[in-house]
């Protein structure tokens, strides 16, 4: 990759005798560096009031954008710029069809790691170290207070890392702080937890019939299926899918939170429940389809925090999520290997899965007790 052209120019300051022109070498002034790179212009401070300093800067950045190391000028493999990568990787994002809602989220978090790059002379993939992302990651409390959104940003920039790796523009991905979250894990429902679950729909919307009978489904369905609420309440009636072949019931859909695909098997008895929710709308099981999804979201999920604790039911901070546990647990506790249980789960990495239900392996918890066990006869 070529480096683009950089000029040297000064911004003055006030009073300054040569304020007229831009390219004084003798000039105490600041010296900035300019390039144009795809159409866009860029601008960087040299950092120095040296005109030779800054012909040194000059020679460093062109170094570093085409890949050569600036000590010998040896080619290196090519550098990939941040922006472009970012750029690529949203568009990945969108072509995995993630909501542009998420998409959004990523855009403004990169922004701030291009930003912060750029701060410090950093324009290519390639300089994203561990060192230099570990300073980054100390800003994020001013930035984002909650722990848990932290540990949310640290995923996507885990995935943008993930992403740049697989592409082959880092050799390594850069080992990112930990975050240690506040907030209570959720837990799955017992048998008879969920029971008390539906049962209590009745006594809850009692004076709202067709509300506890989409609740109902609804619950029916995050249980059966896995979907987190937001991709349960978008669910569209195509993506339940019967298999005359094997005599039953599919949910086909995609996660919006990631993009990944998921084919999850629904008891019949289930999914002709949620088939038979009408809400007035012939494409989507539960959302009308007017309003945001966000709002609409943020509604049903109100409705759930009310049903659990009317079935003084608590344990964690996202009551709905408590759903999804309870699926991926109750497969994990049977035996469904880990690897699996991620896929339905619609997880971009088995460490995601790990990293939440290691704890409920059933394989591996009974390894464990073998060889705690055995040694009991010695």
Same mark, same amino acid.
């Given at each position: 990759?070529?480096?683009?052209?950089?000029?040297?120019?000064?911004?003055?300051?006030?009073?300054?005798?040569?304020?007229?022109?831009?390219?004084?070498?003798?000039?105490?002034?600041?010296?900035?560096?300019?390039?144009?790179?795809?159409?866009?212009?860029?601008?960087?401070?040299?950092?120095?009031?040296?005109?030779?300093?800054?012909?040194?800067?000059?020679?460093?950045?062109?170094?570093?954008?085409?890949?050569?190391?600036?000590?010998?000028?040896?080619?290196?493999?090519?550098?990939?710029?941040?922006?472009?990568?970012?750029?690529?990787?949203?568009?990945?994002?969108?072509?995995?069809?993630?909501?542009?809602?998420?998409?959004?989220?990523?855009?403004?978090?990169?922004?701030?790691?291009?930003?912060?790059?750029?701060?410090?002379?950093?324009?290519?993939?390639?300089?994203?170290?561990?060192?230099?992302?570990?300073?980054?990651?100390?800003?994020?409390?001013?930035?984002?207070?909650?722990?848990?959104?932290?540990?949310?940003?640290?995923?996507?920039?885990?995935?943008?890392?993930?992403?740049?790796?697989?592409?082959?523009?880092?050799?390594?991905?850069?080992?990112?702080?930990?975050?240690?979250?506040?907030?209570?894990?959720?837990?799955?429902?017992?048998?008879?937890?969920?029971?008390?679950?539906?049962?209590?729909?009745?006594?809850?919307?009692?004076?709202?019939?067709?509300?506890?009978?989409?609740?109902?489904?609804?619950?029916?369905?995050?249980?059966?299926?896995?979907?987190?609420?937001?991709?349960?309440?978008? #669910?569209?009636?195509? +993506?339940? !899918?019967?298999?005359?072949? @094997?005599?039953?019931? $599919?949910? &086909?859909?995609? %996660? *919006?939170?990631?993009?990944?695909?998921?084919?999850?098997?629904?008891?019949?008895?289930?999914?002709?429940?949620?088939?038979?929710?009408?809400?007035?709308?012939?494409?989507?099981?539960?959302?009308?389809?007017?309003?945001?999804?966000?709002?609409?979201?943020?509604?049903?999920?109100?409705?759930?925090?009310?049903?659990?604790?009317?079935?003084?039911?608590?344990?964690?901070?996202?009551?709905?999520?408590?759903?999804?546990?309870?699926?991926?647990?109750?497969?994990?506790?049977?035996?469904?290997?880990?690897?699996?249980?991620?896929? #339905?789960?619609?997880? +971009?990495? !088995?460490?995601?899965?790990? @990293?939440?239900?290691? $704890?409920? &392996?059933?394989? %591996? *918890?009974?390894?464990?007790?073998?060889?705690?066990?055995?040694?009991?006869?010695?």
């Amino acid at each position: 990759m070529s480096a683009p052209v950089i000029t040297i120019f000064v911004r003055h300051s006030p009073g300054c005798k040569y304020a007229g022109d831009e390219f004084r070498k003798t000039c105490n002034c600041r010296k900035h560096l300019r390039w144009t790179h795809k159409g866009k212009q860029h601008r960087q401070m040299a950092g120095t009031r040296s005109w030779a300093q800054a012909e040194e800067a000059k020679r460093n950045l062109e170094a570093q954008l085409s890949g050569k190391a600036p000590a010998d000028g040896e080619l290196l493999a090519e550098a990939q710029s941040l922006t472009d990568a970012i750029d690529t990787f949203l568009q990945e994002k969108r072509n995995q069809g993630v909501t542009e809602k998420v998409v959004g989220k990523y855009t403004r978090e990169l922004a701030r790691l291009r930003e912060f790059c750029e701060s410090r002379s950093i324009f290519t993939v390639k300089g994203l170290t561990r060192e230099l992302l570990t300073r980054y990651c100390a800003t994020w409390p001013e930035v984002y207070p909650a722990s848990l959104t932290r540990s949310k940003v640290r995923e996507r920039l885990r995935s943008f890392l993930r992403f740049c790796y697989e592409a082959e523009w880092l050799s390594r991905i850069p080992q990112l702080s930990k975050i240690e979250v506040d907030q209570s894990p959720t837990l799955p429902l017992s048998a008879v937890e969920y029971a008390r679950l539906l049962d209590t729909c009745y006594a809850t919307f009692a004076d709202d019939p067709a509300k506890r009978v989409r609740i109902h489904a609804l619950l029916q369905l995050m249980r059966w299926s896995g979907l987190a609420i937001r991709d349960a309440l978008t #669910l569209k009636r195509e +993506e339940i !899918i019967h298999d005359a072949t @094997k005599k039953l019931f $599919r949910i &086909v859909t995609a %996660r *919006q939170k990631t993009g990944t695909h998921v084919s999850v098997p629904v008891p019949n008895e289930v999914a002709e429940e949620i088939l038979a929710v009408a809400n007035g709308n012939p494409v989507y099981v539960f959302w009308s389809g007017k309003g945001l999804e966000e709002s609409v979201t943020k509604n049903w999920a109100k409705f759930l925090a009310r049903l659990f604790r009317d079935a003084r039911l608590d344990g964690g901070y996202m009551k709905s999520h408590r759903l999804r546990d309870t699926f991926g647990v109750d497969l994990l506790q049977k035996g469904v290997p880990l690897e699996e249980v991620s896929k #339905l789960l619609g997880h +971009e990495s !088995i460490k995601t899965t790990e @990293k939440h239900y290691s $704890r409920w &392996v059933k394989g %591996r *918890q009974d390894r464990l007790d073998n060889l705690v066990t055995a040694t009991w006869d010695k």
